[in-house]
């Protein structure tokens, strides 16, 4: 069983629905937990850091960590065609520690 | 902003030539990471380095080894390269400190022939 468990879509929306992309973990080390975007043919870029339980606003992007189930979300509110991308999950235990990543999922949002 | 590049984004190599993959930041960070992505296994740590001429295997180090001479600077290296080391290859690094996390490279996409 991967450390890490994220569903790799590909999933396809309309614009302006809202998303959900989720990620399942099974070390109870974690407490840092990161969301990244990665547009084709990029590398990742940082999108949300939350650190523990909790959830995190940023505009039209909501991350969401539940550590007594292990399960952290990612919500994009009023999908756009420039969120279509692939969204990594990824944590660690330690700061600046080694991170593990969730497979990615592929995100498409229609005109 | 943290910028970290790599020395090239696209690389076309022979099988059992000798591959350099460099990787620069400019924000004084004091960890470098290499990894590899493929389609259906993610991103899959190959070394990292905590410090200047320090290095720790990763998940796959296998076939790879690295260099650390400087605090900016961490080269990938594939001493023979081989087809199944064809991959995108990302460069990151991170300050190590609380409420810090990885910053990645616009990366190389390598194919061995």
């Known amino acids: 069983q991967k450390e890490v468990e994220q569903d790799p879509g590909p999933l396809s929306v309309p614009e302006g629905a809202i998303v959900s992309l989720n990620c399942t973990y099974s070390?109870?080390?974690?407490?840092?937990f990161m969301w990244y975007r990665q547009y084709s043919r990029k590398g990742p870029e940082l999108l949300m850091y939350t650190y523990s339980s909790g959830n995190k606003e940023d505009g039209r992007f909501t991350a969401q960590v539940d550590k007594s189930s292990k399960y952290i979300s990612l919500f994009i509110r009023d999908s756009q065609p420039s969120d279509s991308a692939t969204y990594l999950c990824?944590?660690?235990?330690?700061?600046?520690?080694?991170?593990?990543f969730g497979q990615g999922t592929e995100l498409s949002v229609k005109p | 902003d943290v910028k970290v590049t790599q020395s090239s984004r696209y690389l076309v190599k022979r099988t059992g030539e000798k591959v350099f993959l460099e990787c620069v930041q400019d924000?004084?960070?004091?960890?470098m990471f290499w990894y590899r992505q493929d389609p259906g296994l993610g991103l899959r740590l190959i070394y990292f380095?905590?410090?200047?001429?320090?290095?720790e295997k990763g998940d796959i180090p296998e076939g790879y080894s690295v260099s650390r001479e400087k605090k900016e600077r961490f080269s990938l290296i594939l001493e023979s390269a081989s087809t199944n080391q064809t991959s995108m290859y990302l460069c990151?690094?991170?300050?190590?400190?609380?409420?810090?996390?990885?910053?990645f490279g616009p990366g190389t996409r390598l194919t061995v022939l």
């Open positions: 990151a690094s991170s300050s190590g400190t609380a409420g810090d996390t990885q910053y």
């Open positions: 070390n109870s080390a974690f407490q840092y």
């Open positions: 380095s905590y410090d200047v001429k320090m290095k």
């Open positions: 924000m004084d960070h004091e960890n």
């Open positions: 990824a944590m660690n235990g330690v700061v600046g520690g080694k991170l593990i």
